[in-house]
């Protein structure tokens, strides 16, 4: 994978924002909240650059104490550690966001922002109704699960405005566009490489590399067969976004193996515009 051409082509941008492989130790930590040591965590999340004052920011725009938060420790302690790994993931997520229109022409990525929410939303609401994973874990999984997109538009945008009008005046379905103008490889596989640059958890690495091809993964875990049926599910509702007709179905097989009927998927898919819109004003990009 390291030497894969597209991979060479992201290498050479510089654009990749460099993340201290204590940031995966620190998220290791964050998905065992019951087991870590707080002030080392907190010692390697302070080596995230700008991590902490994003944190206060978001922390002191939000909460209704009387008092300002002065410290990342005040913010772990205040916000609980669930809440600390959901923005923590939110902020390195917008490091791959140059600005508000991101680098891409055609490509909207505020607009796909809205597609991982939707994707987080319904893992948690899957997550919820079978209990077959930690709904507050799968929720962060969903933001980070498409981040090889948010490459290729700081990276490579050329590449993804390619991709994107394959899809939309062609046709093209998007696994198919990435194989043709990525040269075999998918956004899946550049984020999973990326993950393994970061150091993220292994469960996350998972999770982003195998989300369309849940039965290919090697950990093929709850994780990843809740994340393939909410990404199915958020995509009809980001296509509508876009004004398309297109719909994509839902697989008999993985609703079968999370014991979801169809009833309860369409159900989710109708809540979904109105939650996302809920959460996008509480993942506030302004913020960081």
Known sequence: ??????????????????????????????????????????????????????????????????????????????????????????????????????????????????????????????????????????????????????????CLPEYLDRIYEMQMERGVHQIVAEKIVLKGITHSKIGMWLCGEWGLPEEIKEVVGHHHYPFQSVYAGNEVRIIYLADSISTNYYVKLLGTDTTFNYTDITMEMLNLSREVTEDIALRLPEEVERVNRIVDFDLF
């Not at 460099?18 to 080392?40: C, H, K, Q, V, W």
């Not at 809440?83 to 490091?95: G, V």
């Not at 505020?110 to 077959?132: D, F, N, P, Q, V």
């Not at 929720?139 to 700081?154: A, E, K, N, P, S």
């Open 1 to 154: 994978m390291q030497n894969h051409p597209v991979i060479k082509l992201i290498r050479r941008s510089n654009c990749i924002p460099e993340i201290p492989r204590t940031f995966g130790e620190a998220l290791n930590m964050l998905l065992e909240p019951y087991e870590f040591s707080i002030d080392e965590c907190i010692d390697k999340l302070q080596n995230v650059p700008g991590l902490e004052t994003a944190l206060l920011r978001v922390l002191n725009y939000t909460s209704t104490l009387d008092r300002k938060m002065l410290t990342l420790k005040d913010a772990v302690l205040y916000l609980g550690a669930k809440n600390i790994r959901i923005i923590a993931i939110a902020y390195i997520t917008k490091l791959l966001l140059p600005n508000r229109s991101g680098r891409a022409k055609i490509f909207n990525n505020r607009t796909y922002w809205k597609h991982c929410i939707a994707t987080s939303i319904a893992s948690r609401m899957i997550a919820a109704r079978t209990g077959l994973c930690d709904k507050d874990r799968i929720f962060t999984y969903g933001l980070i699960h498409d981040i090889g997109i948010t490459v290729l538009d700081i």
